[in-house]
């Protein structure tokens, strides 16, 4: 914020050739050392869940000779109670995290944009919409999506559905928000009065200035999409019993904690992982994109 | 004041109204046959029925609804389909274990999050800031049920200092209840001190860069009486603000929690509802806990200026 307010100060700091032709990936790192280690353990991730079946194993046949082993050269991370693989577990449970943490995070930025719009935009939607995202909002997201699972056949799609309903209302709060803000600025009164039509002034004025808040809450979303899903999984209440999900291996080794703690802490750990990379990667785009939000943190 | 409480109080209502809508509507909008649903999957044609009948499925759903809502502002919350007990009754039975759980947590965060948060804020860019506030994106991140099983594995499996798993009542003592309860207080604490402790840090940056903490400096406050009376009551309003939010994130907790340590709560039952499709307990467990949380938040927004008596309505 500061840099931008006072750019002759910067440039007569840098006696160095502008920097700002080309800037260098290195310094990028260097500048935003939370987001890059996010962003890294993502890829990372992302490519071993995509690339599950060419190394991981068979997550599902089963070795009854080989229950509860513990972590070996032959296993990895050892075996759980029907003697399946938990390394090929773990990395195939990464690809239904990753899928639903990204699914919800699309999903409910998609629909509460649209919905946060129109009632940011038109005063006669507002009323009645934030009235209805008030209630959605009171009820608890996981009991929410629990009834939502339990009424329905479970599966990977559901799942997905029935967390995106819960995080739904926090972004119509948040485009409504910086909707309000905007459409009383001269640029939009200043369209509005040359004639330019609603839908233009929503597209070409409006709608740029919720991308960056989107940005930052889509990642939380996300993280908060996955650890969501491992309690759905968990609490029975998730995908189906036979796919493997980190939070149906740890719901299924559960009696076996003593034993074999590795059934439950190599999924266990995979989840922080993951869920602390999204929030690393939020953190540090939330403090590019939003300094606003940034200080109010 | 009392015209804004009146209005508070309305809004409150509605958005109560809003919730039992949604919860009514929740059986009724999922795809297929309610009552095929509440049945189960092997329900025979007969027992369908019967659930039809019981649940009276084939009035007009207005008709329905009234008749539920009448229930529940009576305190009648249906009947269970797979125990044939008052769903009121079956949560009153439970209620103790999640109670306490709540309120210990409640106090463990609220204690703990409060002094991280003011520590990090008058040793702000400092290792013991740094170390805090890492500390509070890791108790974001890392899932209850989780930190529950390493809690247990490390201090009542490996260890043995602790009961593994359970509940006692508080009628039995004071000793064997708190004893039960501390790990899962711990678990269920740790995701609410990050969030707490993150705010008050920020809320306490923001006060410490007042004109009159550098007056109360300068006229020889000392650090503590500065730092609590001074700074944190003036923090007070985003801290206790974030407190209720939380409350969400606990109810949510609290379910998991109790299934992690075998707590027989409110939670637990809702969980054991969900393997039987038994919906009255689901559907008054969701109308319980969203209620306690719009009841939280409002009593919360009275106490704005009861904290800050510059605020008026």
Same mark, same amino acid.
């Given at each position: 914020?500061?840099?931008? @307010?006072?750019?002759?100060?910067?440039?007569?700091?840098?006696?160095?050739?502008?920097?700002?032709?080309?800037?260098?990936?290195?310094?990028?790192?260097?500048?935003?050392? !939370?987001?890059?280690?996010?962003?890294?353990?993502?890829?990372?991730?992302?490519?071993?869940?995509?690339?599950?079946?060419?190394?991981?194993?068979?997550?599902?046949?089963?070795?009854?000779?080989?229950?509860?082993?513990?972590?070996?050269? &032959?296993?990895?991370?050892?075996?759980?109670?029907?003697?399946?693989?938990?390394?090929?577990?773990?990395?195939?449970?990464?690809?239904?995290?990753?899928?639903?943490?990204?699914?919800?995070?699309?999903?409910?930025?998609?629909?509460?944009?649209?919905?946060?719009?129109?009632?940011?935009?038109?005063?006669?939607?507002?009323?009645?919409?934030?009235?209805?995202?008030?209630?959605?909002?009171?009820?608890? @997201?996981?009991?929410?999506?629990?009834?939502?699972?339990?009424?329905?056949?479970?599966?990977?799609?559901?799942?997905?559905?029935?967390? !995106?309903?819960?995080?739904?209302?926090?972004?119509?709060?948040?485009?409504?928000?910086?909707?309000?803000?905007? =459409?009383?600025?001269?640029?939009? &009164?200043?369209?509005?009065?040359?004639?330019? =039509?609603?839908?233009?002034?929503?597209? =070409?004025?409006?709608?740029?200035? !919720?991308?960056? %808040?989107?940005?930052?809450?889509?990642?939380?979303?996300?993280?908060?999409?996955?650890?969501?899903?491992?309690?759905?999984?968990?609490?029975?209440?998730?995908?189906?019993?036979?796919?493997?999900?980190?939070?149906?291996?740890?719901?299924?080794? =559960?009696?076996?904690?003593?034993?074999?703690?590795?059934?439950?802490?190599?999924?266990?750990?995979?989840?922080?992982?993951?869920?602390?990379?999204?929030?690393?990667?939020?953190?540090?785009?939330?403090?590019?994109?939003? %300094?606003?939000?940034?200080?109010?943190? | 004041?009392?015209?804004?409480?009146?209005?508070?109080?309305?809004?409150?209502?509605?958005?109560?109204?809003?919730?039992?809508?949604?919860?009514? *509507?929740?059986? /009724?909008?999922?795809?297929?046959?309610?009552?095929? #649903?509440?049945?189960?999957?092997?329900?025979?044609?007969?027992?369908?029925?019967?659930?039809?009948?019981?649940?009276? +499925?084939?009035?007009?759903?207005?008709?329905?609804?009234?008749?539920?809502?009448?229930?529940?502002?009576?305190?009648?919350?249906?009947?269970? #389909?797979?125990?044939?007990?008052?769903?009121?009754?079956?949560?009153?039975?439970?209620?103790?274990?999640?109670?306490?759980?709540?309120?210990?947590?409640?106090?463990?965060?609220?204690?703990? $999050?409060?002094?991280?948060?003011?520590?990090?804020?008058?040793?702000?860019?400092?290792?013991?800031?740094? $170390?805090?506030?890492?500390?509070?994106?890791?108790?974001?991140?890392?899932?209850?049920?989780?930190?529950?099983?390493?809690?247990?594995?490390?201090?009542?499996?490996?260890?043995?200092?602790?009961?593994?798993?359970?509940?006692?009542? #508080?009628?039995?003592?004071?000793?064997?209840?708190?004893?039960?309860?501390?790990?899962?207080?711990?678990? *269920?604490?740790?995701?609410?001190?990050?969030?707490?402790?993150?705010?008050?840090?920020?809320?306490?940056?923001?006060? *410490?860069?007042?004109?009159?903490?550098?007056? $109360?400096?300068?006229?020889?406050?000392?650090?503590?009486?500065?730092?609590?009376? /001074?700074? +944190?009551?003036?923090?007070?309003?985003?801290?206790?603000?974030?407190?209720?939010?939380?409350?969400?994130?606990?109810?949510?907790?609290?379910?998991?929690?109790?299934?992690?340590?075998?707590?027989?709560?409110?939670?637990?039952?809702?969980?054991?509802? #969900?393997?039987?499709?038994?919906?009255?307990?689901?559907?008054?467990?969701?109308?319980?806990?969203?209620?306690?949380?719009?009841?939280?938040?409002? +009593?919360?927004? +009275?106490?704005?200026?009861?904290?800050?008596?510059?605020?008026?309505?």
């Amino acid at each position: 914020m500061s840099a931008r @307010a006072s750019p002759p100060a910067a440039t007569l700091a840098e006696t160095a050739p502008p920097s700002r032709a080309r800037p260098s990936f290195g310094r990028f790192l260097r500048r935003n050392p !939370t987001m890059a280690l996010g962003g890294l353990i993502l890829i990372l991730l992302l490519l071993v869940a995509v690339a599950a079946p060419y190394f991981a194993g068979d997550p599902i046949s089963m070795t009854p000779a080989k229950r509860l082993k513990p972590p070996s050269a &032959e296993f990895w991370f050892g075996t759980d109670h029907l003697g399946r693989d938990v390394f090929a577990r773990t990395v195939f449970g990464a690809r239904i995290s990753l899928l639903v943490g990204l699914s919800v995070a699309i999903f409910s930025i998609v629909v509460g944009l649209a919905i946060g719009l129109l009632a940011g935009y038109f005063r006669k939607v507002d009323a009645v919409v934030m009235r209805l995202m008030d209630g959605l909002m009171a009820i608890p @997201a996981i009991l929410l999506a629990i009834a939502l699972v339990a009424l329905t056949k479970a599966s990977v799609f559901i799942v997905i559905i029935a967390i !995106t309903i819960p995080e739904v209302p926090r972004v119509v709060r948040l485009v409504r928000a910086v909707v309000l803000s905007v =459409r009383e600025a001269p640029y939009v &009164e200043a369209a509005v009065a040359s004639g330019t =039509r609603t839908l233009r002034i929503i597209r =070409r004025h409006i709608l740029p200035n !919720t991308i960056a %808040p989107l940005i930052v809450q889509s990642t939380y979303i996300c993280a908060s999409a996955i650890l969501v899903e491992a309690a759905l999984s968990f609490l029975g209440a998730g995908t189906p019993p036979d796919v493997p999900t980190w939070g149906n291996m740890i719901a299924q080794s =559960r009696l076996y904690l003593s034993v074999a703690p590795w059934t439950i802490f190599c999924p266990g750990i995979a989840l922080a992982i993951v869920v602390l990379a999204v929030n690393l990667l939020g953190d540090g785009l939330r403090d590019r994109l939003d %300094p606003r939000l940034a200080r109010r943190m | 004041m009392l015209g804004y409480i009146i209005r508070r109080l309305g809004s409150t209502v509605l958005v109560m109204g809003i919730v039992g809508v949604f919860v009514f *509507l929740l059986l /009724h909008l999922s795809p297929g046959d309610p009552a095929a #649903i509440v049945a189960g999957d092997n329900a025979t044609p007969d027992q369908i029925a019967q659930v039809r009948e019981r649940l009276g +499925l084939d009035d007009p759903l207005p008709v329905q609804f009234i008749r539920w809502s009448g229930g529940v502002l009576r305190g009648d919350l249906g009947i269970s #389909i797979f125990s044939n007990e008052p769903v009121a009754k079956l949560i009153g039975e439970r209620l103790e274990p999640t109670i306490s759980l709540s309120l210990t947590t409640i106090v463990f965060a609220v204690v703990i $999050a409060v002094s991280f948060g003011v520590l990090a804020a008058w040793r702000a860019g400092t290792l013991i800031d740094r $170390a805090l506030m890492g500390f509070s994106v890791l108790g974001f991140s890392v899932p209850v049920f989780v930190v529950g099983y390493l809690l247990i594995y490390l201090v009542s499996i490996n260890l043995g200092w602790l009961p593994v798993q359970g509940y006692a009542p #508080i009628a039995e003592g004071i000793g064997p209840w708190l004893q039960r309860l501390i790990l899962p207080t711990i678990a *269920l604490g740790l995701a609410y001190v990050a969030l707490i402790a993150r705010i008050t840090r920020t809320s306490m940056l923001e006060v *410490l860069s007042e004109d009159y903490i550098r007056t $109360a400096r300068a006229k020889g406050v000392a650090t503590r009486p500065m730092l609590l009376k /001074h700074a +944190l009551k003036n923090a007070g309003v985003p801290i206790v603000t974030v407190i209720g939010i939380g409350i969400a994130l606990l109810i949510g907790g609290v379910v998991i929690t109790e299934t992690v340590f075998n707590i027989p709560g409110v939670g637990r039952l809702v969980v054991d509802a #969900i393997a039987k499709r038994d919906y009255p307990i689901i559907q008054g467990v969701i109308l319980l806990f969203s209620g306690v949380y719009v009841l939280v938040n409002l +009593l919360i927004d +009275l106490s704005y200026s009861f904290l800050d008596p510059r605020i008026r309505y």
